[in-house]
């Protein structure tokens, strides 16, 4: 089956959302989202259950419509999907799930999107596909053969399995600093790190870095030289259960391991230790294996973009994959005004004639 639209946005998380919130009220341009996912909600679907957000619900909305409160506590992942959830059905958004974008093919002027459910051709594609499908697992020597067992935090489902085991948390930033603080709790912990861990000061939460990413946002908007992210103060957030852990002494971070053996781990000074579990916490990928055809990625594995449109296919756009696709656009708050300025940008684009691409 074969379907038009103006507009094709691959992935219905809250990037893909926002986008299409935008190209409703703003243009008269006709769209489609497909997901590939059987419910709303997007990556919050696959977090682990204890998970909460950064900031309070005030600090976590979506263009055009508050988050609920959530009280004292921020919100969790479940109050983020019935969220989503009802922002797709009152603004009424044309998503289609589940729909898996296999690839995507330059077509004329367009694009060509195969799918599990036939074929669209739309005219401009964003591409807002979340990193949660691509979870990254660093090459160290004899994991495969090691005996005991390995999750990625894309699948970590929580620290009971883990009580009363040696459980190694690898990696330094969020999703290492929250899960090291449950498994502490009744597991024996081996948190190991590339270096220091970078706290935040304790007071900074998701307003602090929405107000830095949006300052940055306006200083490159004006043309002003780059003030940062918030990298400079650090990048774990010192949300109250890690606090706790890290008051508590629990979290006592040791340099990262450099081999397996089949028991456990060992270091490059010849110590060993045996352990039963790993806990993976090293990141994502950007999810971009549906523009292969394009040839548009770069060794970083990211896409060169003039804000959010690739340099090099014109009418193809990438939303929520991080700051290369804008400052704070990977979360809730900050992904509205790249929405914005990415319709404002499709708007005008798709009312001129599209140049040759360059490759
Ligand atoms: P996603 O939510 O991943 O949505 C993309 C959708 O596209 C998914 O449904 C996916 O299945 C689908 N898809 C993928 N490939 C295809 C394809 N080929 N065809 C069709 N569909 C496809 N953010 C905040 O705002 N506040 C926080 O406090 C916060 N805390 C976090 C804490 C941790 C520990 C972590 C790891 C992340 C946190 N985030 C937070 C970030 C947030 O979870 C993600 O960045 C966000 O969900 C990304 O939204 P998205 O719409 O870009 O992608």
Redesign the pocket.
Known sequence: MEHQVDVAI???????LAVGWYLRRRTDLSFVI????HAP????RH?WPS?R???PSSY?SLPGRLMPTTGAD?PDAAHVIDYLTDYETRYDLPVRRP????AVHRDGEGFRLE?IAGTWSARAVVS??????QPFWPTVPGRRTFTGTQVH?AHYAGPAPYAGKRVVVVGGS??GA?IAAEIAEDAELIWCLEGEPHWLPDEVD?RELFRVATERSRALAAGQPDPGGVAALGNIVVVRPVKHARDAGLLRPIPMFDRFTTTGIAWPDGREREVDAVIWCTGFRP?L??LRPLHVREADGTIRTDGTASVQVPRLYL???GDWTGPGS??????GPTAKATVAALKRQLATPTPVPTR
């Open positions: 691959i992935g219905g998380g809250q990037a893909g497909l997901d590939d996912q909600g997007g990556a919050w977090t998970l957000l950064f900031s976590s921020n729909v898996h974008v296999s799918t807002a596909t979340g990193t949660w499908s935090s969020n999703s929250q998701g999810a294996r549906h939303m929520g994959y990977a979360t809730l708050i900050g992904v």
